[in-house]
């Protein structure tokens, strides 16, 4: 790691020390029935318990695999969905409302109908998933395409491109910034999704864990939960940032 | 001379909530082959709503817009066009934005040859230590250059330029100038220019044409008297001078008569 790496290194972890110390700080403090919050050692340690004696990995895998396929799947729709939306104003006109009216519908109050109509087992916590990350990444990707320049496709016009041409090489580059953020945003969302996707009777997954947690008061499982999802979303954002970094190298950033 | 381009009494109009707005009113002119013809006029009078229906973007309301003795049914890669705001791809480098029309079914080469025509524009426009730069990483006057090379690069019979220097500071200004006359002596191509720019009008162009405010109409057209190739030598001609004087004094007249027309209506240009 090169000087500026360890300084931003350095920088990202402040925050991070912050909060640990802020947590023992609160403990300390004597205003918390100590009962109330396990110390983050004793978190840690919960941490490696159930890691090794648990599953606490099939958990985990369980949750990521779900919200990657809800994420997936539901991108896979919003992309075309979104792209015709900002494209075509008519279309919009016509489904903006709609999608509106969906879209402010908090997922967590559609499970007692998805259990109706899909049961209980993995298709229902997709479905939330899905939805979830479809509302969220289509108002992205049509915002975002809307606001597309006429410019580039009059110059690609002016140089003999055909409409296939112009959709290939000038509209796809273009909407792919919007793609990725789509996907970002769609992940965030279903990640804060899951565990309302997991009160579906979930027998594994990080959500099923912290709700079963809850129903013994074992605070520490909670907090070892909700640790685990922030970090593997953080991490998936990371592994997205990356990749949208690479694609599009050529984009006038502020910040690099 | 063959006749490139022609205006044939070409007038263009749309509605509006305040009624009727003539954009182009009777316009009759031809554009020969090798000609290099200024359009100047007050802003926003419409000389780019000409530009535009010999482009391919505005069809008139009456009359007719020719190419090679054809009514301009679209955008084609034979009248290559130059616009304001450079448009270039920001998605691919330099040397990808010149190869970009080389790439489409209506002109495609062969990647050789497509390779060589690159370099050639690279080289003439003097991009070629940035062939695989990004273009947010060049100036203004770069960028305006790339346009230019990846217009030239599909060989367009035409070229239309939309005040394509107007973007540009003062110095970076000259010196486009100065290398669209070297390139244009190289390459030789029938030009328009959008201008508002009396200087740059007469600099550059063979013919003038003086466009009145709104509703845009032929005021008059005046042949610039210097032979090509030119350089800033002529600028210093009294000639020069007594021209500018002249062509000054026509669009200012339309500059005022404009101002007059939008007083007290509404501040909306």
Known sequence: MDGAGVRRFGLGSIPWIGAILLWYAVRWSGFVNLSLIPAPHQVA??????????????????????????????????????????????????????????????????????????????????????????????IVMYEGVSQITPLYIRVAQTLGANQAEIFRKVIIPLTVPHILTALRVALGVAWATLVASELIAAQRGLGAMIQNASTYFLLDVIYVGIICIGLIALIMDMILRKITARLLVWQDRAIA | MTKRAQFDNVSLSFETPKGRLNVVEDVSYDINDGDFIAVIGPSGCGKTTMMSMLAGFQKPTTGNVLFDGRPVAGPGPERGVIFQEYGVFPWLTVKQNIAFGLTLSANRVAAGERDAICDHYLGLMGLSDFASSYPKHLSGGMRQRLAIARAYAVKPQFLLMDEPFGALDAQTRSNMQNLLLKVLETEGKTVMLITHSVEEAIYLASRIVVVTARPARIREIIDVPFAYPRDESIQERPEFGELRSYIRQLVMDEYRAQQAQMRPASFSE
Do not use: C, H, Q
Request: net charge positive.
């Open chain 1, 45 to 138: 340690a919960k941490f490696f318990e159930l890691l090794t004696k648990e599953g606490l990995l099939i958990d985990i895998f369980a949750s990521t695999r779900r919200v990657f396929f809800g994420v997936a799947l539901g991108i896979l729709v919003a992309v075309p969905v979104g792209f015709l939306l900002g494209w075509y104003r008519p279309a919009r006109t016509f489904a903006d409302p709609m999608i509106n009216f969906f879209r402010a519908l908090p997922p967590i109050a559609l499970i007692p109908l998805v259990i109706v109509y899909f049961g209980v087992d993995e298709v229902a916590k997709l479905v939330i998933l899905v939805y979830a990350s479809f509302f969220s990444g289509v």
